[in-house]
């Protein structure tokens, strides 16, 4: 199969591209409205896919449209026999931390009064540790899709010089693991020169402002060529000539500079593009996560602060958590894990990892004011959740 369209083109020599101007005025459009107002908008979309012949293996894709290629089949466990599984402890917080920790969050919220921080009596501290666990698979998927570019001359790797390899046989390497992002890869030998649809292989289309007239209705006059002017000196208005027009009613087009043509998009005016079939592989990072907290504190408040890591594994497949003295842990690793084994079929998984974190986190009663309140120092930040803070609101402040 050739690469290239039967006719007179000529791969060794690089294709012209059209300027305005060029092979004189244009010709009538057949399309030309029976009015001169001028366009809104540029059209939308596309006037026609290329002429693209079959490529072995790739007979599915099209223009426009990017198609999945289901990798092939893969181990859903693990391999070998579970690493070993060892964990580290945390500290809890003194009374001093906490009170410190209450007097930094009041001084960080301007309206806060500082009294009931200074002058509270702590009466309980119990610190506990939340459990973070994170589980994320890293996965690959790939997807084909038919694209082209304006050819402006060079070799082409077409189907002339071998078989296209199948989409999972391409090289590629992620830039980053457990980060989502997308590399693009031409897949070789599927290149062919095809003549733009979108301009009928001129290199131009009729201008969308003008409809290839090359000039426009004046908007200053109407397109009538005279406008009320006032007259100072004769105290009235009068008609004069538009100096916009100079009284033609018509003023050039601005979009195609009187030419009434305009380069095409599609092509960049050269008449030809190079077709080709384009290989898209998406990196994605799969997260899900587990909170464990057992005080009133919304769990929500463990995810976004530091912690301990007590345990970490990375691994092609990983095992789940078994042996943490705290057992819905074991149970929540399994069932995630359980989870990421057969979702995304269309994904080819390369990497586990698994975190479990350990986040402290000291809930606070205290009496001021005759009141009996609560607190939660959380985080290796020591952030505060102290929603029923007495004085949320200091002297001089409203409340709109």
Known sequence: MSAYPPGGFDPNQAPQRW???????????????????????????????????????????KFGSMMPMPPPPM???????????????????????????????????????SKPAKEMKITKFTGITAMHYVLETFAEGRSTGSANEPYRGGPIDGPQNGMAPPPWSIPCQPHQTFHDHDIKIE????????????????????????????????????????RMEYDAHRQQHVRRTCHHCHGDGRVRCHTCGGDGRITCDTCDGFRMLRCFILLTVRYTNHKDDYILETSDMPDELVRTVGGTVLFEDTQPMVWPIQSYPVPEVNQNSQRLVSSHRSNWPSEKK???????RGVPVTEVAYTWDDQHLRYWVYGRERRVHSPDYPQQCCCGCSIL
């Open 19 to 61: 300027q305005p101007g060029m092979g004189g005025p244009a010709p009538q459009n057949p399309n030309m409205p029976q009015n001169d107002m001028e366009g809104t908008q540029p059209p939308q979309g596309s006037y026609g896919d290329p002429a693209y012949p079959p490529i072995q293996g790739y007979e599915g894709v």
């Open 75 to 113: 181990p859903q466990q693990p391999q070998g026999d579970p690493p070993p599984q060892t964990f580290t402890d945390m500290a809890n917080l003194t009374e001093e931390d906490c009170r410190q920790a209450m007097i930094q969050f009041v001084s960080e919220n301007c309206c806060y009064g």
């Open 187 to 226: 897949v070789p030998h599927t290149s062919v020169v095809s003549p733009c649809q979108a301009c009928e292989a001129r290199g131009w289309n009729y201008c969308w402002r003008c409809s290839g007239r090359g000039r426009n209705r004046c908007n200053s006059c109407g397109g009538d060529g005279k």
């Open 350 to 356: 390369l990497s586990q990892r698994q975190t479990l």
